[in-house]
Nanobody, 126 residues
C-alpha cells in the first residue's frame, strides 16, 4: 500500500503562483507514476498532470498546459505541481494520486489510479 500526503494549498489571487507537494511512502513509492487531479463540487474529477519516476514521461490536461509544471524529486519520493498564472477556474480540491506502471497505461483517467491523497484546497480569487 502506498500513502500520499499533499500540502501547499491555499488562497491566491488571479495571476499568482502556487506550488503543491505530494510525498509518497510505502510500497512502490519510488517507482509509481504520480499524478494530480482536481475536482469541484458537482463535477467529475479532472486530470491535471502526471509524471513517471524519472521524469521522462509527463502529461498535462489541456486546461493547464503552458501554465502548470509537474516535477519530481526521486530522492524524496515527492512530486510537485507548480501552478502559475492561476485563474478563478483553477479553484478546486487538488488530489495527488499514484499508480504502478502497466503496459498500455494512459495515466490520464481517474480509474487507472490505485492510491489517492486526502486532497488540498486551492482557491483563486478574482
Amino acid at each position: 500500500q502506498a500513502q500520499l500526503v499533499e500540502s501547499g494549498g491555499g488562497v491566491v489571487r488571479t495571476g499568482d503562483s502556487l506550488t503543491l507537494s505530494c510525498t509518497a511512502s510505502g510500497s512502490g513509492a519510488s517507482t509509481n507514476l504520480m499524478g494530480w487531479f482536481r475536482q469541484v463540487p458537482g463535477k467529475e474529477r479532472e486530470f491535471v498532470a502526471v509524471i513517471n519516476w524519472n521524469g521522462d514521461t509527463i502529461k498535462y490536461g489541456d486546461s493547464v498546459k503552458g501554465r502548470f509544471t509537474i516535477s519530481r524529486d526521486y530522492t524524496k519520493n515527492t512530486a510537485y505541481l507548480f501552478m502559475s498564472s492561476v485563474k478563478p477556474e483553477d479553484t478546486a480540491v487538488y488530489y495527488c494520486a499514484a499508480v504502478t506502471p502497466y503496459f498500455g497505461g494512459k495515466y490520464i483517467y481517474r480509474h487507472e489510479y490505485s492510491y489517492w491523497g486526502q486532497g488540498t484546497q486551492v482557491t483563486v480569487s478574482s
